[in-house]
């Protein structure tokens, strides 16, 4: 079973800031990661497939980047509506399809 | 506009039997594979099941194989996760997903809104 390991586990900023997120794999997965983005009471949402490639209607300031074992999420200017828990998730070694426990983004 | 909506939870002894359903439209159900993720109380999110498009093929978690059953009836547009000996740690809100792929583990692109299921006595 690949296990996906978020840092940091909370990430504490402020509006504006940029934000950058990781997400490392326990073995090579290729391009095959995504992020979503969960806000409280909420459903996930899809914000990066294939490592770099933005979802529909996701806004530019979010991108991804990264293959093999290490990749990165970053929000290059944190609106107020970002602050929300992340999840990466790998479809690469499957099954099982892995998340990652989740980084926090919390108002600093 | 896609939408998903997912029904069937509540609470349920140990040992026991739910039924979760998942009412899609907005796409051509029978192009997509679909998946269950849930999400026990304060937790991260653990996927469940997956069921491709394409030929029915079926995926489970070790933690559900042998207990839980995901189907899809496409003349209804409905996905199904049938679940039998419940435990404890069953309980969490379980989400729909439409997958952004006809075969199996493609990004979820889709989520509805999920349902919870709690196993208690």
């Known amino acids: 079973e690949v296990v996906l390991t978020q840092s940091p586990a909370t990430l504490s900023l402020s509006p504006g800031e940029r934000a950058t997120l990781s997400c490392r794999a326990s073995?090579?997965?290729?391009?095959?990661l995504a992020w979503y983005q969960q806000k409280p009471g909420q459903a996930p949402r899809l914000l990066i497939y294939?490592?770099?490639n933005r979802a529909t209607g996701i806004p530019a300031r979010f991108s991804g980047s990264g293959s093999g074992t290490d990749f990165t999420l970053t929000i290059s200017s944190l609106e107020p509506e970002d602050f929300a828990v992340y999840y990466c998730?790998?479809?690469?070694?499957?099954?099982?399809?892995?998340f990652g426990q989740g980084t926090r983004l919390e108002i600093k | 506009e896609v939408q998903l909506v997912e029904s069937g939870g509540g609470l349920v002894q140990p040992g026991g039997s739910l039924r979760l359903s998942c009412a899609a439209s907005?796409?051509?159900?029978?192009?997509?594979?679909m998946t269950w993720v849930r999400q026990a109380p304060g937790k991260g999110l653990e996927w469940v099941s997956d069921?491709?498009?394409?030929?029915?093929?079926?995926y489970y978690a070790d933690s559900v194989k042998g207990r839980f059953t995901i189907s899809r009836d496409t003349s209804k547009n409905t996905l199904y996760l049938q679940m039998n000996s419940l435990r404890a740690e069953d309980t969490a809100v379980y989400y729909c997903?439409?997958?952004?792929?006809?075969?199996?583990?493609?990004?979820?692109?889709?989520w509805g809104q999920g349902t919870l299921v709690t196993v208690s006595s």
């Open positions: 997903a439409k997958e952004s792929g006809e075969v199996a583990a493609y990004p979820s692109d889709n």
């Open positions: 069921i491709s498009g394409s030929d029915d093929g079926t």
């Open positions: 294939d490592a770099s």
């Open positions: 998730q790998q479809r690469s070694n499957w099954p099982p399809i892995t």
């Open positions: 073995e090579n997965v290729n391009k095959y």
């Open positions: 907005g796409f051509t159900f029978s192009n997509y594979a």
